[in-house]
Every structure is written in C-alpha cells, then in structure tokens.
C-alpha cells in the first residue's frame, strides 16, 4: 500500500510549542482525516485507530488524558496581522468529547486554527503520515516535519540553536533553556532525531553547526530523498499473536512483509514467524531491499527465503563450452 500523505500550514510547522509522542500521533492521526473542504465539521479518532495507525496499544484513558492536555497547549504562530509580524498564539481545538463506552474521542478545531489545517494553497509542508508516526521521538518528530519543508531545497536556512530549542519547547523567552551544554543537545536531540528519521523515513538528513566565536550559535540540517526504509500502513491491523524479544509492530510489520513477498507457504511462514531471530532478519532484509542495499528484481521473496536458511541458493547455470 502506498503511503498516505498529510499537509499542514508551514506556520504550524515551525510553530512553537512541544507535545508528547501520544500526542504528536494523535494529532498525526487527525490531520489524516481532515477534509479539505469541510473546516467546521466534527472529526472522530478512536483507539482502534490509533492502534492501527502506530502499531502499539493504548487505552481510552491514556488518549483522555493526552488530549486534556493538548487543549491547553498553546502554539505560537508567527504570522502576519494587519500588515505587522506578530506571534499568534493560538490553541487548536474548540472542544474534545469523549463517547463513553464507544472509545472514541471527538474533537472540533478552534476557528482561528482552521486556516492552518484547511485550505492551504501553496504555503504547506507535506510529508509521509506512516514515516512522522514511525519516530519515537517527539523531537524526532519535530525536525523531520521541519525538513520535509525544505526537502526541494536539500538544506533549511540558517537558524541560531536557540531559535530550534524554542521551536521544539526546549527554551523559552525568559531565558530557561534545557540542554545548555551543546554535547548534551546533540547526544539527547540531535543525534537521535538524525538516527531514527534515517532510519524509519523518506528523508536522509544530517546537521552542521556553526561557531560564532568560541561557542555553537547556528545550524542547518542538509537533507536528501531516499526510500521509505520500513512502512506500517494506514489501515493495517495488527494480529493477536506475541513472541518473546520482539516488538508487536515487529512482528505485525514481518506478517506484512511476507504477504508483500508472497510467501504463503504455511510451514515457511510458521517457521520464520515463531523465530525471533527470523522476525528481526525480514524487517532488515525489507529496509535493505528499500534503500537499494539489496537488488532482487526478480524474485525478492527467494532470495529471502535463501538468507533465513529455509531453501537452498539455486546454482548457476552452466554455459556450454
């Protein structure tokens, strides 16, 4: 399946505020689901489908109290008001219900945030819904949204520590700011954001940092194109099955990528399913067939049947002499 595409308001992109993982996922989930032309209407998430779209497991209550929260988070904006640059700060839902004993949240947009989320014409950041909730990391989250405005441009302008720290919460304009220490900033948020947005998304991104005097004061993130390294979609629906040292949305994922390779073979597939082992080797083998670290035109699903062990590499046919 292919991966499904959001947009938002580049305004709402470099916005300043910080949310949680389950928060950044539940507000992936709903920019899903909007309707271009349908601003007032009423939009549902559920816990299904969260689940479906994440690939772990929550609860009703866990959702409820993420989003209590969400409806005092305040983004500030930096826009455009007659004729002068202000921040805008704005909270983006009018109300959250909760359908008790359904599981099923409904939330309605503040009307001041709606110009942020519909009708964007060509002021928008778009970029892969299934790669933004692969990131297990809420800043990681933050910086692919960031670069995938600037993925035509291969690098984002210019920008002091500061300004990125109070674009992802870390500091504010009284002067609080966590990670002070440059080492720390990009052992906790830098180096993990590169890794896993490397490694679980369209995008392939590094940063540089600049000295301004004797101290780090700018950086820019260089930014390249590559194929989605592992996908879960949209609509996939996770098994009921567990296996020990394997993450569920693992083993979901190597369910899924079997089908994809056609392996239905019921005794390859019990095997390579009940092995943890097996099950890590298909998602790696998927992400190197992905980037292009392993070419198989012809037959992918043999040739991994052929690294697990399971079937002998055919040899080569001899030309006549």
């Not at 080797?281 to 052929?306: F, I, Q, S």
């Amino acid at each position: 399946m292919e991966n499904k595409e959001v947009r938002q308001h580049n305004a709402l992109t470099n916005a300043r505020y910080e949310y949680t993982d389950t928060q950044s996922n539940i507000f992936l989930v709903l920019l899903s689901k909007l309707q271009k032309d349908a601003p007032d209407s009423v939009y549902q998430i559920s816990v299904p489908d969260m689940e479906k779209a994440t690939g772990k497991q929550y609860n009703y209550k866990q959702l409820r109290l993420s989003t209590k929260d969400m409806m005092g988070r305040v983004h500030e904006v930096k826009t455009i008001h007659k004729g002068r640059d202000v921040f805008r700060q704005l909270v983006l839902f009018k109300r959250i219900d909760y359908i008790l004993g359904a599981g099923t949240i409904e939330v309605e947009f503040n009307e001041y945030a709606t110009q942020y989320l519909f009708d964007l014409k060509n002021n928008y950041t778009s970029f892969q819904l299934q790669a933004a909730l692969n990131l297990t990391s809420k800043h990681a989250k933050r910086i692919y949204q960031i670069c995938s405005q600037w993925k035509d441009k291969g690098l984002t302008p210019g920008a002091t520590i500061l300004e990125l720290k109070k674009t992802l919460g870390l500091a504010n304009e009284k002067g609080k700011e966590e990670y002070a220490d440059i080492s720390m900033f990009k052992k906790k948020v830098l180096d993990i954001s590169v890794r896993q947005i490397n490694e679980k998304t369209d995008l392939q991104i590094d940063y540089e940092l600049e000295k301004v005097g004797r101290s780090y004061k700018n950086i820019v993130f260089t930014i390249k194109s590559q194929a989605l390294a592992q996908t879960i979609p949209f609509d996939f629906v996770a098994t009921n099955e567990s296996l020990a040292g394997v993450q569920q949305s693992h083993y979901d994922n190597a369910a899924r990528i079997l089908d994809e390779l056609r392996i239905t073979d019921a005794k390859h597939r019990q095997t390579i399913l009940s092995s943890a082992a097996h099950v890590v080797e298909v998602n790696r083998y998927n992400h190197d067939l992905k980037t292009g670290k392993v070419k198989a035109a012809r037959n992918p699903g043999g040739l991994l049947l052929v690294r697990l062990g399971l079937v002998a590499a055919k040899a080569p046919k001899s030309t006549p002499a």
